[in-house]
């Protein structure tokens, strides 16, 4: 009888103990590149760009090749990613410039960061921000716990200066400069943030500057100084192609560094790791086959690169259902355990990645400046409606948006351009 009860309590201890190990809370990295191009990796067919260590991540993980951001540009993407609901929702729908530094990510607002603090994770932010300048809007009063890099939209990669020439390099919630080119601070920080946290669940966000101009590589000089307005240095285009290529790469070398400390410190079957563009890639990017870029409504305005990779939890598969950076809130929310009872646009897209499950279908907008898009299954309505321009085309068919199908459709137009008008009035009244 002793030894039957021996035998249970043995079981139910390792029963326990099994559970204790695979209910641990993962930890989450999301990486975001800034104006790269959809063709810009050579997991994306690039053929001058080397990205060894973003392809080891596509060939560990989901390589998703109908992935969208919520804006065409930057800020109102990093809104969307860190509240999970459409920008247009939240107070920062348009470009945070330097000419607006009153303006910023309303506090009442709630971060996916805020809510993964709930459940226990250190947060930590390496890199842009562009949700606010004044100290308010913080990233430390957003719910990370801390913050290295810049708040404006670009800085020198060597001086730190932003646009206007004031200096923009931040430990938390003070500025304090230091030598070093940009990208390669932001990596620094990221694996300082692993090491000090590689014993507790942690999210780590780390929105590089690369490729987003001013171009310039690891051996250029300071290009702006503090307290002046100075021009950005002008290249031919050929020229500045090179820089922008050496820009990636030297993103891609640091996310191999940031790889290669989650084994070394025993976390790649413990991290889930997003990694993906802002917005569609400008002048010097390139985007094929995709139509339009950075601040276009068309696919390349806001279809990116995106891989999700999860060692031992994801396969190595391409995916092409439409998803959204907004998704990114209630999926890693939900991994912490968190259950959101407040309001998010976003799905939870974690079975999509893991079991390939298949969403509702759901209808999907773009907005900015008065131009809008609309995407339903596999057709997408662009209207400008001050130009009177309305366009349709089929995705499927057609991904380089060539063929205006609108006319041959028009019970299909009238009723996405109702949705369409909808969804901006319901938006627009939040």
Request: include cysteine.
């Amino acid at each position: 009888m002793k030894r039957i009860s021996f035998l249970i309590i043995m079981v139910l201890f390792v029963s326990f103990s099994w559970a204790k190990k695979h209910s641990k809370k993962p930890n989450i990295i999301i990486i975001v590149a800034d104006d790269l191009g959809y063709s810009d990796l050579s997991c994306y067919g690039s053929k001058d760009i080397k990205t060894p260590n973003i392809d080891r991540l596509a060939n560990n993980g989901v390589r998703l090749i109908d992935f969208h951001t919520n804006g065409t540009v930057c800020s109102p993407t990093r809104s969307a990613l860190l509240t999970g609901k459409y920008q247009q929702r939240t107070s920062v729908s348009e470009i945070v410039t330097v000419w607006d530094r009153d303006h910023g990510l309303d506090l009442e607002e709630i971060t996916f960061a805020e809510q993964l603090k709930k459940a226990g994770y250190t947060t930590g932010i390496c890199g842009k921000w562009h949700l606010g300048y004044k100290t308010m809007y913080n990233p430390i009063n957003q719910g990370f716990d801390l913050f290295n890099g810049y708040v404006s939209g670009n800085i020198d990669y060597h001086g730190h200066q932003d646009y206007r020439g004031f200096m923009d390099w931040w430990t938390q919630d003070e500025i304090q400069n230091e030598e070093g080119y940009s990208t390669d601070l932001i990596t620094k920080y990221a694996l300082r943030f692993i090491d000090s946290n590689k014993d507790k669940p942690f999210l780590l966000y780390i929105p590089h500057e690369a490729p987003h101009g001013p171009f310039q590589g690891r051996k250029d000089m300071a290009f702006r100084k503090t307290g002046q307005k100075v021009p950005d240095k002008k290249r031919s285009y050929d020229t500045t192609r090179l820089i922008y290529k050496e820009m990636v790469e030297v993103m891609d070398e640091g996310i191999g560094k940031v790889m290669a400390s989650l084994k070394k410190n025993n976390l790649e079957k413990n991290t889930i790791v997003f990694f993906f563009s802002d917005n569609g890639g400008a002048k010097y990017a390139k985007n094929a086959p995709l139509r339009g870029g950075k601040s276009s409504v068309y696919e390349g305005g806001h279809r990116v690169p995106c891989i999700v990779s999860w060692k031992g939890k994801l396969k190595q598969i391409e995916l092409d259902q439409t998803l959204m950076t907004m998704d990114i809130y209630p999926t890693i929310t939900n991994l912490a355990g968190i259950e959101n009872d407040h309001f998010i646009d976003g799905q939870d897209i974690m079975g999509v990645l893991s079991d390939g499950e298949k969403l509702n279908q759901r209808d999907l907008f773009w907005e900015w400046r008065g131009k809008f898009a609309m995407r339903r299954g596999n057709y997408k309505l662009i209207l400008y409606p001050n130009k009177n321009v309305v366009e349709l085309y089929n995705l499927k068919e057609d991904i380089a948006e060539k063929n205006n199908i609108a006319v041959v459709k028009p019970e299909l137009v009238a009723e996405m351009k109702l949705a369409t008008v909808q969804w901006f009035k319901s938006v627009s009244n939040q």
